[in-house]
């Protein structure tokens, strides 16, 4: 018998101040899409941003709907949009952030389990990973280099 270890390294930066440049606008426009949420029934207005090989940036938000499993979360509304406009451009990174109408999240926010699938697979479609940048209304935020470091023993299209 043996145990494997798996290591994931987040970069933390205490304020988005700390960030580059163009990763404090990719997250200025995660924060400005929360706006655009349509989030009746839980009340959890996520923002998602994308910055795109091209240089193109994307906004998302989820998008709710009264037969629940229908809500689409902001990270794969923003990956969807982009797959759609620039089916064969990579992406660079996404950040992702939220407003509860409870509590003021002051913890970065990470991406669900099913985005997390999503956004593996556009690595691998890509053949490129990309950067997650997370953070709450404010407060610290975390960073890695790719979504795999968020999805250890992920399953992919090499198992079918
Ligand atoms: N949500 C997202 O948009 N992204 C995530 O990664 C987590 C959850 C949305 C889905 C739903 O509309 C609301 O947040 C509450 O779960």
New binding site residues.
Partial sequence: MKKLTVKTEITVFESKKELPEDHQELLKLAHKSVKD?Y?P??K???G?ALLLENGELIGG????NAAYPV???????ALSAAASLYPKVPVVAIA?T?KSHRIKIKQP????G??RQFMSEVEDKHQQPFKVIMQGVSGPVYVVDSVKDLLPLSFDASFL
């Avoid at 938000?61 to 709710?64: A, I, K, M, R, T």
């Avoid at 809500?71 to 509304?77: K, L, T």
């Fill in positions: 949420a989030a029934y839980s959890f207005k996520v998602a938000s989820n998008q709710e809500c689409i979360c902001a990270e794969r509304v992702v939220a926010i990470s991406p669900c099913t985005c």
